[in-house]
Every structure is written in C-alpha cells, then in structure tokens.
C-alpha cells in the first residue's frame, strides 16, 4: 500500500461509512456479539454513556479506535460486515499490534515542524493518533466532536472542520511513500505522469482513485490540464 492509497482509504471510511469510535476495535461491525465483547474488554466502552451508544449502534456500524483504525486499514479492512473484523487479518502484512505512542516511534522522519508534512504521515499527540490527508486536514477516529472516524483540521483553521493540535509527525514503515505527481508509482515525477494527467483530463485514461490524489496538485480534486502543468514543471525540477 502506497500513501495515496492510504489516504484514500480513510477518506473513505470516513465519509462513506457508519461508524463509531469503540475502545480496542479495529473494524468490527457492531453485531450485538460484537457489541457484548469490546464492552466486556475495555473499561472505557463500560462507561454508562459509552455503554448506550454501542448499544445502540447498527449492525451495519463499524468500531474503530484512533491507532485501531491505522492498523485495520493496513490489516486489510474492506467494509465487510460479515467478517469478524471487517476483513482485516489481525496483526497481518508485518504491522504489529501496538498502541498509538508505541505507533509514532517506529515512525521515520518524526518531526514537530509540520511546513512539509507529507500525504500519509501519522500525526501525532500523546495517546492519540490520526493521518494527514493532504491541504491541512487529517483523518482520525475519536469520542471527540462526532465520536467517529472522521475528518478534521490538522494544526490550523479551516471552515467546516474541527482543528487538532498534533505534536509530532512521520512516515509509517509499513507503506509506500510516494511523491505528490508521480501518478504511474514509480517513485518519481517524470513526464510520463504528465502525459497520464493530461489523458485523464482529457478522458482518455481512467486512474484510481489513488492516481487522481496522487496527480490532484492543485488540490481541487480532479484532474486537469493545469495539474499536467504543474507535474511538468515538478518533472524538470522548476515546482514542488
């Protein structure tokens, strides 16, 4: 899995499905066995208040905590609702099962200056843990404002979003990092990611969904000329 693909993924997650932010849960959608069993294990789903909302969720309601959510993804989460898990695989495709401070030092590049945070980092604060998605926001799940996975201002101000302050940020070793404008995931900016940009502004190519965040350089969440442009100029070392 690449950065792209990550993000796009929880971006996903969060705007497409029920879900609901449970104690030890990587992905379990809310089966009334389910339900008896994050209750049962954790001391913070017994709370009263805690308790009647996972009690009331839906089946069709997926429970997810902050560095669970990051390590369901990457166990193969799919939205299944009849796996256990979701389909994530516990502790599969190398990542352990560790919490979210244990998260952020295995990280590469941590950093608290966030001017070239990159799409895909984790970002960080003591006991919780979300990902940047690119244009100052990041996706993260929290009993916090809609008790869910949900998407919010990473470390600034933006309209329609609730700000997190994060402390620190890195690169998780279990994906792929690739560069903003390398489309084709070759690890580099290149012409041929120009010409893909420009057969897809055109319809002459269909990318990803992956690809598009990967190209969208102007950050308008679609591909156009213009992003063809920018990648050319990144592609001859003259843009970012």
Sequence with gaps: MNN????????????????????????????DENKKRYINAQSFNQGNKRRAMINAASSDTFGFDCVCLIKGVLWGW????????????????????????????????????????EV?????????????????????CSPKWENKVQITACNCIKKGYNTRTWTKHGKLPYITYLPLGDINGDGQVTAADARLAL?????????????????????????TADDARLITLK?????K
């Design 4 to 31: 792209f693909e990550l993000a796009v993924k929880l971006i996903d997650i969060a705007k497409k499905y029920k879900t609901l932010y449970v104690m030890g849960c990587f992905g379990a959608p809310l089966t």
């Design 78 to 117: 799919n939205g299944d609702k009849n796996a256990n898990y979701g389909g994530a695989k516990y502790a599969s495709n190398g990542v352990p099962d560790i919490g979210a401070d244990a998260m952020i030092t295995k990280c590469k590049g941590v950093s608290t200056d966030f001017k070239n945070i």
């Design 120 to 140: 895909g980092e984790a970002v960080w604060m003591s006991g919780h843990i979300g990902i940047y998605i690119g244009n100052g926001l990041a996706v993260e």
């Design 235 to 239: 592609a001859v070392g003259k843009g």
């Design 199 to 223: 057969r897809a502004a055109v319809k002459l190519e269909k990318l990803t969904a992956a690809q598009i965040f990967a190209g969208d350089m102007n950050g308008d969440g679609k591909i």
